[in-house]
């Protein structure tokens, strides 16, 4: 299962093979499939069992069903910051670590990178040690308090990267719409039809220090980042008028 379910899938129907586990009469592999109520088989993707509603299979982190209709989440806006944590049960190493700003890239489980000037600011300088974000109509930006703020797009290497303080500079061939966030759901990148976002390992050469790598999955690159897990991002909201930083770094 590659790709994300971002428009809802059909429910699967699989032979009587026995795979290790009968969902009504069907035999299914539940390290990959979850049954619901004896006859509706969802597969597991980034590790969550996707929830069934009428006649399909959905994420949680995007959908809700309510009286048997499945309807988007609501959309952020720029008005609740939120952080965002990694969300993969079958991958423990990284699952529930933040994502996390530094050197003007997203990361897993790094430390955030910011700065204040304190001269300046004063006692209005937020703490900066934990990494916001707002979004809202596709677009995303870092949560900060510096003029002109930090935009948050996709680099062309599919890397997540955000805007310096005090510069609209964004590489040629980056992405800055296109992203869904969702109250009560995730954060989900809606550019290259329905590839997940992926963790890749701290490499060896690369030192990487636990640090994991965020990278948008599409139909190009997938191979290349087979030694990628798929995730979720889940939003964790801020109350209103939180700043993260005055600016990431
Ligand atoms: C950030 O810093 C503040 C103030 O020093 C502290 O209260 C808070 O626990 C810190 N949060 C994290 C996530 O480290
Ligand atoms: C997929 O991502 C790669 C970077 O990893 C980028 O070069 C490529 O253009 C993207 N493919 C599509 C179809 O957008």
Known sequence: MARL?????????????????????????????????????????????LSYCAGACYTKFMYKCANNVLTLLPSTDYSTPFTLTVSNPSLPAIDGKPVTAGGQHWSIGGVTSSYCPVAQVGSACPPGNITAIVAGAGGAAMDVMV????????????????????????????????????????FVNLNGNGWPWVACPPTASGGGGGVWNLVAKNSTNAASLNLCTPVNLKI???????YGAWQYT
């Open 5 to 49: 379910p971002l428009i809802a899938t059909a429910v699967l129907a699989l032979g009587n093979t026995v795979l290790g586990a009968t969902c009504g009469s069907a035999g299914y592999d539940p390290a990959n499939y979850v049954c619901w109520q004896n006859q509706f088989l969802c597969p597991i993707t980034a590790g969550e069992p």
């Open 147 to 186: 003029p002109g703020g930090q935009g948050v797009y996709l680099r062309p290497d599919w890397n997540v990267g955000y805007t310096q303080a005090h510069s609209a500079y964004i590489p040629p061939g980056s992405l800055t719409t296109g992203f869904g966030a969702y109250v009560g759901g995730g």
């Open 236 to 242: 964790n909201p801020l109350p209103q008028g939180t």
